[in-house]
């Protein structure tokens, strides 16, 4: 509701209505662009310029739809722009030696619950996981478990097929639950 | 680990890393709007001066084009170039199409959710033709690239156009011929990269006869339309060519195509004579620097008639059947004999490490089966910190343990030893396909000593029945082929439950197709336009007969065009869905008392 209120008072040109939506939004669009860029002030600018494309195509936003979705789909978008210009996209060769042992156990197609159980991870290993991803990829971590997209809703957002999303998701999951696993223990 | 874990990690950590409290966009956002408002006037006066540069800019590019036109119209060469002008895509003036009805209800099954049953392996049987061609006589070995070309070239009736060496990281896929037609479409796999599973490139070569323009797979085919400000002329050897990057695809929920060069698709189309070529390459995202404009020109430029064949080594990562695995490993591995449908054995690989094998099924690797000698598994370690439901299960009277988990990617897995060996069958839920615990315990039951492969070449008409048998339909055939048609192929819909039947004309170029299904799916008359429908009797049943086609116009809609070479008939008969489509040069010269005669004539 407090959303749907914010709206209309852009819509009417009262800048105080942003203010409401940037107090909401601010972190969790940051932190969702740390996630994709690596660089707290990078992530800082795109949610910054994304709050201002806000107000810029506050009259293409439909009311009737929930305000997130559309408003991280500008940030995920934004900053998937970025991570192209950047061609910041780590390869297994790139990481450190105890990540890129891990990265390749990772990308083992199949699990090993019995090996699983004597894995000892830590939460660093996540992120790193989620950094050896290609930046789309990433992103799509971040859309499915950070903003709780649906596939269907990512798939429109990231403007790819569903197919093209579950299958990135597929081998995304693959590596995260087999470290949410082992961290686990 | 599910979602919500996934999540809280994840929020836990980017608030360690940023604390929300330390995040304060408001008084930069503000500055910036407020910065914003006073640049829009200078914006403005930079906008029309940029206009100004605009309409100068268009009027210049006019002059220059009437100046070439000129040249073109009036010179002696102008005027051959200009008589020459050849034109392959099918261009539309604009970067969307309306997609029709009909063509959009195939597009929403996918989320859906289902039980795939089990089909018997099926081993082609080798047609007299394929056995006479030396060195193909065994099924298997027909399955060579060497065998398939050298009956794709007898069918056909002349020489195809190949590679001169097939290069070594490359994977033949499939050669598919259509006679009526007269095209080979040869499928390789290329670019490989194990991110996980494996990632590649796909590459089709389509060679035919003929004005490609007038093909009907580029004459009404909405996504190989090309908008046309995208083709580039090109040339390869001699020979006059089109180059586009980018294709038309659907956004989910949208009923329009959109073009795109997200997906980095490439098409390179030429003729000589009177035979055309195309290639189509989808590259591997997850790579840098695979083939693009001038690398693709360049291997079509060196393709020849006669390759040379070489005896390639065995690839322990991709072994095309389970005697190479069997080779590789010294394992007497064991193969289902029971599969989910549309899953066939996709290829084999060795760990030499672990000496093991794993023989991994379907198109997007959803069911693998590890073998490997060694000490019965422990069943005993818990896995319930794993999310995994598990119980002891029996197969075949041995103990064997069973684990699933219901997360947003569902998997299951099944842990046995038999006789020395110990297997794993994992399997991974993609896009709602779902086999129980009975089913996985079925196929781990069913696996044998057997020499299954992959298959490069369309379906045989005695698989049909093991179709019919899962998919519980009892399909209608024709006793007798009608004259003029033979059977080229047959799939199972599962979504719908239908088995489609497909004949092609062997007097003029045209497609029947059969589809008989246990389901409503796949029967909507009404995204037909009214007019268009007609009620005909089939026996004493009510039917429905429709003449004509959406087409792509050039404006990117879809239109119905009553002239255009298909008709169809639908109908209900024994518990069936009926329909019956009869497309191509033959749809324009058949009736529909031979449509009528075609559904009738079905027992």
């Given at each position: 509701m407090e959303d749907r209120i914010a709206i209309t008072r852009i819509k009417q040109g009262d800048l105080n209505g942003l203010e409401t939506l940037v107090d909401q939004y601010q972190a969790r669009a940051v932190h969702a662009v740390y996630l994709i860029l690596y660089d707290r002030a990078l992530a800082e600018d795109v949610a910054q310029s994304a709050f201002v494309k806000v107000v810029e195509r506050i009259h293409q936003f439909d009311e009737e739809h929930p305000f997130a979705p559309w408003f991280f789909r500008i940030v995920v978008n934004d900053a998937l722009?970025?991570?192209?210009?950047?061609?910041?996209?780590?390869?297994?060769?790139?990481?450190?030696?105890?990540?890129?042992?891990?990265?390749?156990?990772?990308?083992?197609?199949?699990?090993?619950?019995?090996?699983?159980?004597?894995?000892?991870?830590?939460?660093?290993?996540?992120?790193?996981?989620?950094?050896?991803?290609?930046?789309?990829?990433?992103?799509?971590?971040?859309?499915?478990?950070?903003?709780?997209?649906?596939?269907?809703?990512?798939?429109?957002?990231?403007?790819?097929?569903?197919?093209?999303?579950?299958?990135?998701?597929?081998?995304?999951?693959?590596?995260?639950?087999?470290?949410?696993?082992?961290q686990g223990r | 680990?599910?979602?919500?874990?996934?999540?809280?990690?994840?929020?836990?950590?980017?608030?360690?890393?940023?604390?929300?409290?330390?995040?304060?966009?408001?008084?930069?956002?503000?500055?910036?709007?407020?910065?914003?408002?006073?640049?829009?006037?200078?914006?403005?006066?930079?906008?029309n001066t940029t206009k100004l540069r605009r309409i100068l800019r268009a009027a210049f590019a006019i002059l220059i084009t009437i100046v070439l036109l000129t040249l073109a119209f009036v010179t002696p060469q102008g005027r051959a170039w200009a008589q020459e002008v050849v034109r392959f895509f099918m261009r539309i003036n604009s970067t969307t199409i309306q997609l029709s009805d009909e063509q959009l209800k195939w597009m929403n099954a996918i989320d859906e959710k289902i039980d795939l049953p089990l089909v018997p392996v099926f081993i082609p049987t080798v047609s007299p033709e394929m056995a006479a061609i030396s060195g193909c006589e065994t099924p298997q070995k027909s399955q060579a690239y060497r065998c398939q070309v050298a009956l794709a070239e007898s069918k056909l009736g002349f020489d195809l156009k190949e590679l001169p060496e097939k290069p070594n990281d490359w994977e033949f896929k499939s050669l598919y011929v259509n006679t009526d037609l007269k095209i080979a479409v040869m499928s390789y796999d290329l670019d490989f990269k194990d991110i996980g599973f494996n990632s590649y490139s796909s590459l089709r070569f389509t060679q035919g006869v003929g004005?490609?323009?007038?093909?009907?797979?580029?004459?009404?085919?909405?996504?190989?339309?090309v908008p046309a400000d995208k083709v580039e002329s090109v040339f390869v050897g001699a020979y006059k060519g089109e180059y586009v990057k980018g294709r038309f695809g659907l956004r989910p929920g949208n009923n329009v195509l959109t073009w795109s060069e997200e997906f980095k698709d490439q098409r390179l189309v030429w003729s000589e004579g009177m035979r055309w070529y195309l290639i189509e390459f989808s590259p591997n995202l997850n790579i840098t620097g695979t083939m693009g404009k001038d690398q693709l020109i360049h291997l079509v430029e060196s393709l020849v008639s006669s390759p040379i064949e070489k005896n390639e080594p065995l690839n322990p990562d991709r072994m095309l059947s389970i005697s190479e695995a069997e080779k590789i490993s010294g394992l007497d591995l064991k193969a289902p004999t029971l599969l989910p449908m549309d899953m066939d054995f996709s290829y084999a690989r060795y760990f030499p490490d672990e000496q093991q094998v794993r023989l991994i099924y379907g198109s997007n690797e959803d069911l693998i089966i590890r073998e490997w000698k060694g000490d019965p598994?422990?069943?005993?370690?818990?896995?319930?910190?794993?999310?995994?439901?598990?119980?002891?299960?029996?197969?075949?009277?041995?103990?064997?343990?069973?684990?699933?988990?219901?997360?947003?990617?569902?998997?299951?897995?099944?842990?046995?030893?038999?006789?020395?060996?110990?297997?794993?069958?994992?399997?991974?839920?993609?896009?709602?396909?779902?086999?129980?615990?009975e089913k996985m315990i079925s196929i781990a039951e069913s696996m044998q000593d057997m020499d299954d492969f992959r298959k490069k070449s369309e379906?045989?008409?005695?698989?049909?029945?093991?179709?019919?048998?899962?998919?519980?339909?009892?399909?209608?055939?024709?006793?007798?082929?009608?004259?003029?048609?033979?059977?080229?192929?047959?799939?199972?819909?599962?979504?719908?439950?239908?088995?489609?039947?497909?004949?092609?004309?062997?007097?003029?170029?045209?497609?029947?197709?059969?589809?008989?299904?246990?389901?409503?799916?796949r029967s909507d008359t009404s995204v037909f336009p009214f007019g268009s429908i007609q009620r005909v009797k089939v026996e004493n049943t009510k039917g429905y007969y429709i003449v004509g086609d959406f087409i792509t116009t050039e404006d990117g809609k879809q239109v119905w065009?009553?002239?255009?070479?298909?008709?169809?008939?639908?109908?209900?008969?024994?518990?069936?869905?009926?329909?019956?489509?009869?497309?191509?040069?033959?749809?324009?010269?058949?009736?529909?008392?031979?449509?009528?005669?075609?559904?009738?004539?079905?027992?």
């Open positions: 722009k970025i991570a192209a210009s950047q061609k910041r996209n780590l390869s297994l060769d790139d990481l450190d030696e105890p990540t890129a042992q891990l990265a390749e156990w990772l990308t083992d197609p199949g699990l090993k619950p019995e090996q699983l159980l004597e894995q000892k991870q830590t939460r660093e290993n996540i992120l790193n996981a989620i950094r050896s991803l290609p930046p789309e990829q990433r992103a799509v971590i971040v859309m499915r478990y950070y903003l709780e997209m649906s596939e269907a809703d990512m798939s429109t957002k990231m403007e790819r097929p569903l197919s093209t999303i579950k299958w990135w998701l597929r081998d995304a999951r693959k590596r995260l639950y087999n470290l949410m696993n082992s | 680990m599910n979602k919500k874990n996934i999540q809280s990690i994840l929020k836990d950590e980017m608030e360690k890393e940023i604390p929300s409290s330390q995040v304060r966009l408001w008084p930069a956002v503000k500055a910036s709007l407020v910065a914003g408002k006073k640049k829009s006037n200078k914006q403005e006066e930079k906008k004005d490609f323009s007038n093909t009907s797979w580029n004459e009404n085919n909405p996504w190989g339309a598994i422990n069943f005993k370690k818990p896995l319930g910190a794993y999310e995994f439901t598990c119980e002891t299960v029996n197969t075949s009277g041995d103990d064997a343990y069973y684990c699933s988990r219901e997360t947003a990617t569902p998997s299951s897995f099944l842990w046995w030893h038999k006789d020395g060996l110990n297997y794993q069958m994992y399997y991974d839920q993609l896009l709602g396909w779902q086999i129980d615990k379906r045989d008409y005695e698989q049909i029945v093991l179709y019919e048998q899962a998919l519980e339909i009892d399909a209608k055939k024709f006793l007798e082929v009608p004259t003029g048609w033979i059977f080229t192929n047959f799939w199972g819909d599962i979504y719908a439950q239908c088995i489609d039947l497909i004949y092609s004309s062997t007097v003029e170029q045209g497609t029947l197709s059969i589809n008989q299904c246990k389901t409503d799916k065009d009553p002239t255009a070479p298909r008709k169809q008939l639908y109908w209900q008969e024994d518990g069936l869905w009926m329909h019956l489509s009869l497309s191509g040069d033959k749809a324009l010269v058949s009736s529909k008392d031979e449509l009528v005669l075609y559904a009738e004539i079905l027992k």
